[in-house]
């Protein structure tokens, strides 16, 4: 499985981003894309997720009511709005082959991060 993630780029406090992550290879239904994003110094941290099949999605307290995540057949997207100059990070999309997790650790394909610059 292969990962691309795109879309980064600096907008102002309170804009929306749309980021996307196209992948390839083969995805199945019990899979979960997720969203994690990483501040110079800081662990990785947990964005949001999408089970591949149930499409069910899971989001981290710090982006729940302001991000989305969704997917058509092959690609993942993270919709962010009311963005805040704290979201400023490097976005990397992720696969998990062995079900849902919040921790990096636990999954197996990364794709290459892209930057959000929140600007106040």
């Known amino acids: 499985v292969q990962?691309?993630?795109s879309g980064g780029g600096?907008?102002?406090a309170g804009d929306s981003l749309t980021l996307s992550?196209?992948?390839?290879?083969?995805i199945y239904s019990s899979h979960v894309?997720?969203?994690?994003?990483?501040?110079?110094?800081?662990?990785?941290?947990f964005v949001a997720a999408i089970r591949w099949g149930a499409?069910?999605?899971?989001?981290?307290?710090?982006?729940?009511?302001r991000f989305?995540?969704?997917?058509d057949t092959d690609t993942v997207y993270l919709q962010m709005n009311s963005l805040k100059?704290?979201?400023?990070?490097?976005?990397?999309?992720a696969l998990d082959t062995q079900g849902l997790s919040t921790v990096a650790g636990s999954y197996d394909y990364w794709g290459q991060g892209t930057l959000v610059t929140v600007s106040s």
């Open 68 to 71: 989305t995540i969704s997917r």
């Open 85 to 93: 100059t704290e979201d400023t990070a490097v976005y990397y999309c």
């Open 55 to 65: 499409r069910t999605t899971y989001y981290a307290d710090s982006v729940k009511g």
């Open 21 to 26: 992550c196209a992948t390839s290879g083969r």
């Open 33 to 45: 894309m997720g969203w994690f994003r990483r501040v110079p110094g800081k662990e990785r941290e």
């Open 3 to 5: 990962l691309q993630a």
């Open 10 to 12: 600096l907008v102002q």
